[in-house]
């Protein structure tokens, strides 16, 4: 397969402003967004804040100690005839609440820009750029960027180190000779105060007093710079090839050009302590490399010789998406569902998306990937069974929505989620069937065990039936649900049986003995609720097609994303049309979509796979720069992007018991869909 024609046919490029669509550089651990200019020169012109941000860059405000988890006020329920607290309200104490929300929060680590003179000396303004071209090559990383600014050219190159959290950068203008263009480095204050659910929130440039700013050190050619916010500090460094550098700000620098070239090249490099920094010809030579590598190891998809006019469109997403989820969310930490553009939730990660942005990494090939941020369980692996253990469970209980210490917050749904816990369980699973070897198995045997513990501790047998059940309380996937009457969602009870049994096979895989609770549970899981010929969202939940159609229609996850074991094909086939049919698109999210395409794929439904998969619906949009809009402040969206891929790996390779090559397309002639290296769903 020609890879690098499959991919640079997809090439995005702009010729006018999209506010919506920045691009951005990145290698997994830091990402640069930014707009028409090649930097961050305009973002009032942006919908969202256009990031600098990092996997190690985080804040607390006032302090790490300034509350704890016990400061939180619990709300009880109550759990089969005990009675379990969860912090689902602010209550008598707001201050916690909303601080253990809001901290730690993701930083934004500096606004780099230009600053662009008319001849009056005026700084340029955003209607004064034109014959704007801009292009990001996938195959190399680098952004390029050309306008002009009164008729003169300039022409930007941006690229990201692959290994260290350094941008380089690249002008060439004969602005540059005139002394009218500048490059400057400012800095927001770091505090998220707001208490909305969930927003992008414009950046601090007022309260200079909240952090401080320091030229540590100034040579011809190169600075230092130390940033101290509370108990919290990082450190810049630049190295340019001309001029001279002035702290023209409180908390900010410029470069000021000198001489008569046209060329201006500037290295910075961002860290907790002295970060390395490389010359922008090093940056340039390792993104290409890098990306380069990328693209030509793990898989490839084809789609050029189908006769569906929707064929390109899907490509292009498949690509897009590709360089997205490894440039965001193939870190050391589980993303954050905008990844490294700007924060959405307070910059913290949402585990339950974790599938979304990781699982496709195996199936693609790309294992080690994932890799990277399945190591940060197994450290926050304590605080995890601390948290079961508080609620009087066993073993290891994954939260929903964490900073990268891996503490839960407060939340009005996060506490009451359960159907992330299975998820490092199967993401293991995945890289095993990538690399089945005795060093997986040891890697994450502590975290898939402790992880099975809490899951049959917190299945309740029902003595009647003598099923195990799930909840209440709990708030299923789709949560527009009480966390105090939620019973049995169908998805959450597959999953439970299925990752209970990757428990068990784990073990068998050891040699050791399983232990004997989690096959007595897995065979005896409450089957999944039904009425009238379809599934419904939970036990308790009769009106789940008509007051509850909206959100996520997470039920069909239980054949799709999961083998479906105890699921009826021809009740799940009702179900799937059903939705379709009835259900409110315009509150689904991005990854809905390709759930339910897998859903399709397993039913032998490959029309209604692809017809899922490219739905015409707001929140399955994907914008010019590849991302998966969702709404205003929404405009970058991971899981979407995630769950596309994991959907057509599953819908070309297959899954396990998978009938025939392309299972999950027509098989009419309509689809030709050629693919190297893709690895079956389970």
């Not at 993701?106 to 780099?112: I, S």
């Not at 350094?166 to 707001?194: K, W």
């Not at 049959?456 to 105090?484: D, F, K, M, W």
Request: glycine share 10%; proline share 7%; with cysteine.
């Amino acid at each position: 397969m020609d890879r690098r024609k499959i991919v640079e046919r997809h090439q995005p490029e702009l010729k006018n402003w999209d506010p919506l669509s920045p691009f951005t550089v990145g290698n997994g651990e830091f990402a640069f967004s930014a707009d028409i200019t090649g930097l961050q020169t305009f973002p009032e012109s942006y919908e969202v804040p256009l990031g600098t941000q990092s996997n190690w860059g985080w804040h607390f405000t006032g302090g790490r100690s300034r509350f704890t988890g016990e400061d939180a006020e619990l709300q009880l329920f109550d759990t089969h005839g005990r009675m379990v607290g969860y912090p689902m309200k602010p209550g008598n104490k707001p201050e916690a609440y909303h601080w253990l929300r809001q901290n730690p929060h993701r930083l934004q680590l500096g606004r780099l820009s230009f600053r662009l003179l008319l001849e009056s000396g005026e700084e340029a303004c955003p209607g004064d750029i034109s014959d704007i071209r801009q292009r990001m090559d996938l195959w190399t990383g680098i952004l390029h960027s050309e306008f002009k600014v009164q008729g003169v050219p300039v022409s930007v190159d941006t690229a990201c180190h692959p290994r260290l959290d350094n941008i380089g950068v690249r002008v060439r203008s004969p602005l540059v000779a005139a002394g009218r263009l500048h490059i400057f480095l400012r800095f927001p204050a770091p505090d998220m105060t707001h208490t909305a659910w969930a927003k992008a929130v414009d950046l601090d440039w007022e309260h200079d007093d909240r952090h401080t700013t320091l030229l540590l050190e100034k040579g011809a050619a190169e600075a230092r710079i130390g940033r101290i916010m509370d108990e919290d500090s990082y450190e810049v460094r630049l190295e340019w090839n001309a001029g001279r550098l002035e702290q023209t700000g409180i908390h900010e620098v410029t470069l000021l050009p000198e001489g008569d070239g046209e060329m201006l090249e500037l290295s910075a490099a961002f860290g907790p302590v002295k970060p390395d920094l490389a010359p922008v010809a090093d940056i340039e030579a390792g993104s290409r490399r890098h990306w380069e590598d990328f693209w030509q190891s793990g898989a490839a998809v084809d789609f050029s010789g189908s006769t569906d006019p929707r064929a390109f469109e899907l490509e292009r997403r498949v690509v897009l998406s590709q360089f997205l989820c490894a440039l965001h969310s193939g870190g050391s930490l589980p993303p954050q569902e905008t990844g490294l553009m700007y924060n959405s939730w307070f910059g913290k990660a949402h585990l339950e998306m974790h599938w979304w942005h990781g699982a496709h990494f195996p199936l693609w090939g790309r294992e080690n990937l994932l890799l990277k941020s399945m190591d940060w369980y197994t450290r926050v692996l304590p605080i995890a069974r601390e948290l079961a253990e508080s609620q009087g469970y066993e073993g290891a209980r994954w939260p929903k929505m964490v900073g990268f210490d891996g503490k839960p917050c407060p939340s009005p749904v996060a506490p009451g989620l359960i159907w992330q816990q299975p998820h490092p369980m199967t993401m293991a699973e995945l890289i095993y069937k990538a690399d089945p070897s005795e060093g997986t198995l040891e890697r994450f045997r502590e975290l898939v065990f402790a992880s099975a513990d809490f899951m049959v501790s917190y299945a309740h047998l029902n003595e009647e039936t003598r099923a195990y059940e799930l909840g209440p309380p709990l708030i299923p996937a789709q949560e527009c649900h009480p966390l105090h009457s939620s019973k049995n969602p169908p998805y959450e009870l597959e999953y439970w049986k299925y990752g209970l049994e990757i428990a068990i096979r784990w073990a068998e895989r050891l040699g050791l003995a399983a232990d004997p609770r989690w096959a007595e549970v897995a065979a005896a899981m409450a089957p999944p609720p039904q009425a009238d010929g379809v599934y419904l969202a939970h036990a308790l939940c009769g009106d789940t097609f008509t007051a509850k159609n909206r959100d996520h229609p997470s039920m069909l996850g239980a054949l799709g994303i999961l083998p479906g074991t105890m699921v009826d094909r021809g009740v799940m086939r009702n179900t799937l049309l059903k939705v379709k049919a009835v259900w409110m698109w315009d509150s689904a999210w991005g990854w809905d979509f390709p759930m339910c395409a897998m859903t399709a794929a397993r039913l032998g439904e490959g029309d209604l796979a692809v017809d899922f998969l490219l739905m015409d619906a707001v929140k399955n949009t994907y914008l010019v720069n590849g991302h998966n809009y969702q709404r205003p402040g929404l405009s970058a969206y991971l899981p979407g992007n995630g769950g596309l891929l994991t959907a057509v790996a599953m819908m070309a390779c297959g899954w396990s018991d998978a009938p025939g090559h392309n299972p999950g397309f027509p098989q009419d002639g309509s689809w030709t869909v050629k693919w190297e290296g893709l690895k079956p769903l389970m």
